[in-house]
């Protein structure tokens, strides 16, 4: 039988599509036999096996004469519908089809590509209206004709336009499951679908009228005040509850949520149930805040609730977590927190614990932090089983116009490397916005893999109330005027249906305006604004009642000498039977089985000594970052490798006790603002966690700069939230060159909240009311058991603050920086200062010079004067922790060397490193009796030099000066 014409032409565009748009086949594809279509697409990678395979089997379709052409059609179209780029599903017929999508609306991110809006379909394929009334089968992968198994194509291409080509639009074709497709294809196809009862609508009505009016009653009471208000989407507020109503039922007992200040007050309100009265009063310029830190604006702040799900009838904590301005920088703090939670649980697939991110378009296109978190979603050590994300897409960003905001089609676009369904729904249709976020939770609940929905809206005013939007955007904002709230959509369509009366709908509006009025009231009484009662990650139990420490004491961080035996044992062996290690690990074990012996350890047991023994206290242990199961220099070994069984390993640290607490020790992607952010949340969850994240280099922890700035530092003081997150920054100058030398501690040090005019008072309790009074610690050790004792004091201290350890790396195998088990002992604890307990200690009245240093160079400095014999002259005290800065030590030392000159030596340029923040500290502490003089490498733009010559010369410059007793004679203070 002769192809007809019209069949023909839609055979070859198809085809050419193929060759294209996917397979990149030979131009000439589209006049090959359909065999050899059939030949080629068995071929092709397992990739897109989902998509060769639907291919495959229509081919194989393909039967007798009688039946020819009937099939074939089915086929061709088939193809089309694979083929389409835009919101593609398996039998979408005709690109007109899909590219029509929200065809009512005037969105300029939903442009279609290559049929312009109203062109006809069947004349673009050669098809003519007899076509249309011939009935198709339709293959058994679609749900489009319910229970029939075939249809006319007039009607097909109807039933296609209503599942596709509405107010809901679906981006799935990408991904490479064939049973994931055809869940949702079923959910979209399905006939009569997205069918509501008159109750659902009527909860529906309802929770509008509560995200609507509240803020209106903002508008009205503080005209005037920025709030970022959700005007133009107050969909979202029964989205997020149908997916949490959902998610409820489906047995999730702890949502955590992210978002950025947009509808922040809202869902606090009307989602997490925060007190309405707690929430006006922060609009009250006369509020007081009390003495907890400096906090944050209202539209920052967060809250936890644990409360019942009306729709389950089942207890469920919310927290939304809180967060700067910085957009999309809380993602991976929420993704942290929720791991936590899960791993506290047992909640091996997410079933318990599961976590919502709100975006807003423009950051989710362009913060770069998005990526990184979708690309941690699969990954081990770091998955949540799944994250629903709500984009609130205003289609704008601040003043900034879609087209020139990013290059992607639509903002979604990065959710589709990690093969994420992407549900974009028309705001202003409420019934299909919840179908939507029913279908969101119930694909989380089924595959427990990430899912998107697009919330297409608009934003009534400017990028906050005080904002004008016609200055950047006249047009649009003259549409927005003219365009009615969802809220009056949804209420005279439920009128018409006459599900509700026009009364019912004014009684529920005026009951939500009484609760406001009465919280209004009640918000005057308020006087005091308490950070606290903002928390989203309570520690239940570690303080008191009034959130204070039970004690400001902490106990000796030493161990019993058994106890560091058996973890040395353990440390130098492969715990478990038949399994093969690398001949150079089995030198490294044998190092350290001697080094046990002879009561000594180095930097890495130091480190497996401390972790063993928080272990067996009960305390979980979670190190993360790039390569360090292994050590960026090859000095830990915590995973064993089998030599010769792949993917077989063994972690040691998991075989030390028999009730012991986990050990996980992962390598992250190659991400640091999205892991350390992680990181950080996970910290959260616990106070009963040492949780690490160590940076392959020190200065690799300025890409998560926003992290550290925004979260780490002021966290306590924002949002009065404890944190003991440790990072490990290794730090040193070895003549590496300027981007894996330094881990820039000044800018650490910079941030730390001390005053360096003020010695404190020497109380009793000075060294840990110090440390409870600081917003981080920043520490750089000298010796593996100062290292050891670090860690530990982390855990016992009865608080919690970040620690910012300087690691190092050629004191990881120095012959010098090793410890004796007996500075590790019971009574034994870190020490602030070592202090010179040589030579110049006995005879300290002819101490000529007291050189003042951290770190590495310490060793320097000792080699030097051994070689120059200046062991009576010169007395060398290393400052261990920085901050909070030693004020007692240093004020011993200085009355003890009551004749010499002080001195400040470090490696690092005069502008870098640690001189501009101990000088004034060292001056308080002698009341600027004598000059702090400088000794170390001059001001530079770099953190080292890249010429290893130039390197030995700066330091033997500087190493002269240490030693130059006449060095500083007639200069001025």
């Known amino acids: 039988m002769v192809l007809p014409l019209f069949l023909f032409n839609i055979y070859k565009l198809n085809v050419l599509i193929l060759h294209e748009c996917i397979f990149s086949l030979p131009s000439t594809c589209f006049t090959w036999p359909l065999t050899c279509i059939h030949d080629i697409l068995t071929l092709m990678p397992s990739a897109i096996a989902c998509v060769c395979n639907i291919y495959i089997a229509l081919l194989n379709f393909i039967s007798p004469v009688t039946s020819f052409v009937i099939d074939l059609y089915c086929m061709l179209f088939t193809l089309l519908s694979c083929t389409s780029s835009v919101f593609i599903s398996y039998f979408q017929l005709l690109d007109c089809v899909c590219r029509h999508f929200l065809s009512t609306l005037p969105f300029s991110s939903l442009r279609p590509r290559v049929m312009s809006h109203g062109q006809n379909c069947a004349a673009f394929y050669g098809l003519d209206e007899s076509d249309l009334d011939k009935v198709f089968h339709l293959p058994t ?150 003495d907890e830190g400096t906090g944050d604006v209202k539209y920052h702040l967060g809250m936890y609730h644990r409360r019942i799900n009306r729709v389950s009838n089942k207890n469920i904590t919310l927290s939304l977590m809180a967060n700067p301005s910085h957009l999309e920088a809380v993602d991976p703090v929420v993704q942290g927190k929720t791991k936590a939670e899960q791993f506290y649980l047992s909640d091996t697939e997410g079933k318990q614990v599961m976590s919502i991110l709100l975006h807003g378009d423009a950051a989710f296109a362009g913060q770069g932090i998005v990526y990184e978190t979708f690309h941690l979603s699969d990954l081990p050590s770091y998955t949540t089983h799944g994250t629903i994300h709500v984009v609130v897409n205003n289609q704008i960003g601040f003043t900034t116009d879609p087209r020139v905001a990013r290059s992607s089609p639509y903002p979604t ?40 929905v697009d919330l297409v809206c608009f934003r009534r005013n400017g990028h906050n109330e005080m904002d004008e939007p016609m200055f950047t955007q006249p047009l649009m904002y003259k549409q927005i005027k003219r365009q009615k709230s969802v809220l009056k959509k949804y209420a005279e369509k439920l009128t018409s249906e006459g599900v509700v009366t026009q009364q019912e709908f004014e009684e529920e509006m005026a009951k939500y305006d009484k609760i406001c009025e009465e919280a209004y ?150 991400s640091e603002y999205g892991v350390l952010g992680f990181e950080l949340g996970f910290a959260m969850a616990s106070p009963n966690a040492l949780v690490l994240w160590e940076a392959q280099f020190g200065d690799f922890h300025n890409t998560a700069q926003c992290i550290i700035d925004q979260f780490i530092s002021p966290g306590q003081a924002k949002w009065v939230r404890q944190n003991g997150i440790v990072l490990l920054l290794p730090h040193g100058m070895e003549g590496m060159g300027p981007e894996h030398s330094s881990a820039r501690p000044e800018r650490f040090l910079q941030m730390c909240n001390d005053d360096p005019d003020v010695v404190p008072k020497f109380t009793e309790d000075f060294v840990v009311r ?83 240093c951290t770190g590495k160079v ?24 920085l901050s909070p800065f030693p004020f007692d030590i240093i004020e011993q030392e200085a009355k003890k060397y009551c004749n010499a000159e002080i001195a400040w030596c470090q490696e690092e340029h005069k502008n870098q490193g640690y001189y501009e923040y101990v000088k004034p500290r060292i001056r308080a502490t002698i009341h600027r ?11 530079a733009s770099a953190p080292a030099t890249g010429n290893k010559n130039t390197h030995l010369q700066e330091l033997k410059r500087f190493l002269d000066t240490s030693f130059n007793l006449d060095a500083f004679k007639n200069l001025g203070n």
């Open 858 to 881: 310490y060793y320097e400095l000792t080699k030097e004067r051994k070689s120059r014999g200046l062991q009576a002259e010169v007395a060398i005290t290393r400052v261990e922790q």
């Open 770 to 852: 110090q440390l409870y009074d600081t917003n981080w610690i920043v520490v750089n050790c000298s010796t593996p058991a100062n290292y050891f004792h670090v860690l530990r004091r982390q855990i016992l201290l009865p608080f919690r603050k970040p620690l910012i350890i300087f690691t190092p790396k050629s004191l990881l195998r120095h012959p010098d920086a090793k410890s004796s088990f007996d500075t590790m002992l019971p009574g034994t604890e870190f020490l602030r200062g070592i202090v010179e307990d040589g030579v110049a200690a006995h005879k300290p009245q002819d101490v000529k010079r007291l050189l003042l």
């Open 521 to 670: 009231t009640r918000s005057k009484d308020e006087k005091i604004m308490h950070i606290k009662h903002w928390l989203d990650s309570p520690w239940p139990g570690f303080f008191t009642l009034d959130g204070q420490p039970k004690s400001m004491t902490c106990p000796s961080t030493g161990l019993t000498e058994d106890m560091l035996n058996h973890i040395g044992n353990i440390a130098s062996s492969v715990p478990i039977e038949d399994f093969t290690i690398h001949g150079g690990l089995t030198r490294i074990l044998k190092g350290r089985g001697e080094m046990v012996k002879n009561r000594m350890v180095d930097w890495a047991l130091a480190e497996y000594m401390a972790f063993g023994s928080l272990l067996n206290e009960g305390i979980h242990i979670r190190l993360s970052g790039q390569d360090v199961e292994r050590g960026t220099f090859s000095h830990r070994h915590h995973v064993l490798h089998d030599q010769n069984v792949d993917k077989k390993t063994c972690i040691p640290m998991n075989h030390l006790w028999p009730n012991q607490a986990p050990y996980t020790v992962c390598n992250s992607s190659l």
């Open 929 to 939: 009796e004598r000059p702090v003089w400088y000794v170390g490498r001059e001001p």
């Open 413 to 452: 676009d990065v959710a589709r490397v990690v093969n994420a369904p992407i549900f974009h729904v028309n705001g202003d249709d409420p019934e299909a916005v919840m179908y939507v976020c029913n279908v969101a939770a119930e694909w989380r609940n089924t595959f427990h893999k990430d899912v998107v």
């Open 141 to 290: 992968t679609t749900f489009i004709g319910g229970n029939e198994t075939a249809l006319p194509l007039r009607e097909i291409i109807q039933r296609m336009e209503m599942s596709y080509c509405q107010h809901i639009g679906v981006e799935f074709m990408f991904i490479n499951d064939l049973e994931q497709c055809q869940w949702i294809r079923q959910k979209f196809e399905t006939p009569r679908a997205m069918q509501f009862n008159n109750e659902e609508k009527r909860t529906l009505l309802a929770r509008l009228v509560r995200s609507t009016r509240f803020e209106e009653f903002l508008q009205r009471k503080w005209s005037s005040e920025k709030r970022f208000g959700l005007e133009g989407c107050e969909v979202l507020i029964p989205a997020l509850k149908t997916i949490i109503d959902k998610s409820s039922e489906n047995g999730v007992e702890n949502v955590i949520m992210g978002m950025p200040h947009r509808g922040r007050l809202n869902v606090l309100a009307n989602v997490i149930r925060k007190e309405l009265e707690q929430i006006f009063c922060q609009f009250d310029s006369k509020l007081e805040a009390a």
